[in-house]
């Protein structure tokens, strides 16, 4: 499993459809390649913590007038989801390895649709409150980040983090516009909450757990 993380970290490097952060990067972010002129015009989408990026794949075969970036920390994890849209022909896939609390230096104000968070860590204890990435500090980068009436999804199997989520988004001021505490088993049809199943989510339905979903807006 090691050897295989440092192929993957090997070969991210060389894949076309991969940006690093680089610290002291002066670079604004209408250079980085989400903007450039061939993706003019088109809804850009943010998924947060994209793992090996099946739901970023996902989307952008379902919707190809649409730019998916998948983001994530884990360069040997993004590897595996760039690897695939390069051999699918995915041209409006991208995929940034940074940590989540620098997003705003690499996206302009009020330029995303959307953002979805898919099974973002739930940091249970009280002193990790601050690093959901529903906490006020993400709030706040997301609301920036969005144009008027963009929408943040939600997908978790934590009922801590689910209920967490829907309070925060209310004391930000925000608004729920839709939810449910299982998607699996109410008639959820927006694109994305129950038609797309990733590897993880496959091993929560395993065990039982239900699939929470929820959206909001923040402007």
């Known amino acids: 499993m090691a050897k295989n993380k ?6 991210v490097k060389h894949l076309p459809n991969v940006t690093f952060s680089v610290f002291g990067d ?19 989408i943010l998924e947060l913590g994209c793992g090996k990026g099946e739901h970023s794949l996902a989307f952008a075969a379902a919707n190809p007038f649409k ?21 699918e022909c995915l041209e409006n896939v991208l995929f940034l ?24 860590d739930p940091h249970l204890k009280n002193r990790a409150i601050k690093s959901r990435l529903s906490a006020p500090l993400f709030l706040d980068l997301y609301a920036h980040l969005l144009v008027p009436g963009g929408i943040v ?27 449910s505490d299982n998607i699996h088993a109410t008639d959820c049809n927006l694109p994305g909450a129950r038609d797309i199943v990733s590897a993880f989510e496959n091993t929560a339905l395993s065990k039982g757990l239900n699939i929470k979903y929820m959206a909001f807006t923040l402007n």
């Open 153 to 179: 999804h939600l997908k978790t199997d934590s009922d801590v983090f689910y209920d967490y989520t829907g309070k925060s988004v209310e004391q930000f001021g925000g608004r729920v516009v839709a939810a």
């Open 67 to 87: 730019l998916c970036v998948g983001i994530d920390s884990k360069s040997h994890r993004i590897c595996v989801g760039a690897e695939k849209a390069v051999a």
């Open 6 to 11: 440092l192929h993957r970290y090997e070969r």
């Open 97 to 120: 390895r940074v940590r989540i609390e620098r997003i705003k230096e690499f996206f302009a104000e009020n330029s995303i649709h959307e953002i979805w968070l898919t099974f973002p």
């Open 26 to 44: 002066s670079r604004l972010p209408c250079t980085y390649p989400w903007y450039d002129e061939r993706y003019k015009g088109m809804e850009r």
